[in-house]
């Protein structure tokens, strides 16, 4: 079983920076990919960025390239996400979720939340105008 628990939300102004912090427990952190996610209340769960077991591969949605990075340290079984230049529109739940790099992907590989098979509780980022 893995436990995930995000930290670092929180208030900031538009244009402002916060960094999400996700810890990883219960399994070998170096056996699993990693994702963001988030959702906006009223709105689905969409994808943010992802990244590889070995960091070698990174992904973003579109509305963030270029102001998030996603990044990990597999020796602190820690996963980051750097949001910088935040606008309102971020506002949102933002999720760490975890894919073992042992298993196929099943449809869409990591940008859709049904691939990932463990989810943290979420921390809030609020982005005032």
């Known amino acids: 079983q893995v436990q995930l628990v995000e930290s670092g939300g929180g208030l900031v102004q538009a244009g402002g920076s916060l960094r999400l912090s996700c810890a990883h427990s219960?399994?070998?952190?170096?056996?699993?990919?990693m994702g963001w996610f988030r959702q906006a209340p009223g709105k689905e769960r969409e994808f943010v960025g992802a990244?590889?077991?070995?960091?070698?591969?990174?992904y973003y949605a579109d509305t963030v390239k270029g102001r998030f990075t996603i990044s990990r340290d597999n020796a602190e079984n820690m996963v980051f996400l750097q949001m910088n230049n935040l606008k309102p529109e971020d506002t949102a739940l933002y999720y760490c979720?975890?894919?073992?790099?042992?298993?196929?992907?099943?449809?869409?590989?990591?940008?859709?939340?049904?691939?990932?098979?463990?989810w943290g509780p979420g921390t809030q980022v609020t982005v005032s105008v």
């Open positions: 979720a975890a894919k073992s790099a042992t298993t196929v992907w099943r449809k869409t590989p990591w940008t859709s939340p049904d691939e990932y098979d463990y």
């Open positions: 219960g399994r070998a952190f170096n056996n699993y990919n």
């Open positions: 990244i590889s077991w070995s960091s070698k591969r990174t």
